[in-house]
């Protein structure tokens, strides 16, 4: 095995790791560039990880510290994302140390993963549960199956009302209700992620693509919507609401959705009956976790919201 050494990031020169990032995981300028932000670097001590082989980087072990609430105990946790080797050294031990490290970062990590990825977090241990689902929504087959693009004469305003719905910009008023809304939902409940004023300043506030985030606001309920169009189509992630998506809140969507020219809507929701999972339009989502703690371990597997906002699967 060649010498290798694993660093946190914060000690690789930028230069150097805006390069990587951007031949590797193919980010966005906009998120490229702002890797201090993906990562909520100064948020506590945790930071990610890369693999040094003959000075270049060869792996990385990214990370999104957040807190949870685990059988009414406030605790320190991460998001596993960003995972990476390069191809040359796979297969010679060099991710098994690079994953060994980054568990050793935190006490309990947690992760929204693939077959793939699962198979990997199990030989270390780790939880699952395939409780969630991705529920997509074609709204345009025209535009989807041919790829042909239609004008879009439609602009957001900073305030338009669509049956009752207030389209918002992201304003720290509305970050305040929002963060009223989840302590107010989860007021009796033991196991949860913790989503705090903090939380939701540093997700929505100070996000790079924050022009692309807008919150509707509909009978005391908020929906946050990350809108973005790649390869000519257009796609409406629901990455948080204060509530479950029920179908008069799909039917608002979707009016809101056509009417600026969406193709798809997509959203997170929890496994309700057999059926679910095997529908049209519906991917299962692993939710794979961890702890030293086989106590909280049970906890984490009670979690019942999970969202798009919580980790970056709305942004890669």
């Known amino acids: 095995m060649s010498k290798f050494h694993i660093k946190k990031i914060s000690e690789i020169d930028q230069k150097k790791l805006k390069n990587f990032y951007l031949k590797t995981f193919k980010f966005e300028k906009s998120v490229q560039d702002n890797y201090l932000w993906r990562y909520r670097m100064g948020h506590n001590e945790y930071e990610p990880i890369v693999l040094l082989i003959e000075n270049e980087i060869c792996g990385h072990a990214g990370l999104i510290p957040i807190n949870i609430k685990v059988n009414n105990q406030i605790k320190k946790s991460i998001w596993f994302t960003d995972f990476f080797v390069d191809t040359k050294y796979r297969s010679l031990g060099f991710g098994k140390h690079l994953t060994e490290q980054w568990m050793k970062i935190c006490p309990t990590q947690i992760t929204l ?3 793939k990825s699962l198979k990997i977090f199990k030989k270390f241990n780790w939880s699952y549960n395939n409780n969630f689902l991705k529920k997509i929504k074609i709204l345009n087959y025209f535009n989807v199956i041919t790829g042909l693009k239609y004008l879009n004469n439609s602009n957001f305003s900073k305030k338009e009302k669509i049956e009752d719905f207030e389209v918002k910009r992201v304003e720290n008023k509305l970050i305040v209700k929002l963060a009223e809304k989840c302590e107010f939902k989860y007021l009796n409940q ?3 992620i913790i989503r705090d004023e903090n939380w939701f300043k540093w997700r929505i506030v100070d996000c790079p693509y924050k022009k692309d985030i807008f919150i509707l606001c ?3 309920e908020y929906i946050v919507v990350h809108i973005f169009e790649k390869r000519g189509i257009k796609t409406l992630n629901v990455i948080f609401s204060s509530n479950k998506i029920d179908l008069t809140l799909i039917n608002i969507l979707t009016i809101f959705s056509k009417k600026n020219n969406i193709d798809f809507m997509s959203f997170i929701g929890e496994k309700n009956n057999f059926f679910d ?3 049209p339009g519906q991917r299962n989502i692993n939710f794979a976790f961890y ?4 106590i909280d371990m049970k906890g984490i597997n009670n979690f019942k919201d999970l969202q ?3 980790s970056d ?3 890669i």
């Open 190 to 192: 033991s196991n949860y």
């Open 308 to 310: 798009f906002i919580d």
């Open 291 to 294: 702890s030293q703690n086989s």
């Open 313 to 315: 699967i709305d942004f």
């Open 113 to 115: 993963c693939n077959e």
């Open 218 to 220: 509909y009978k005391n």
């Open 277 to 279: 999972g095997y529908l």
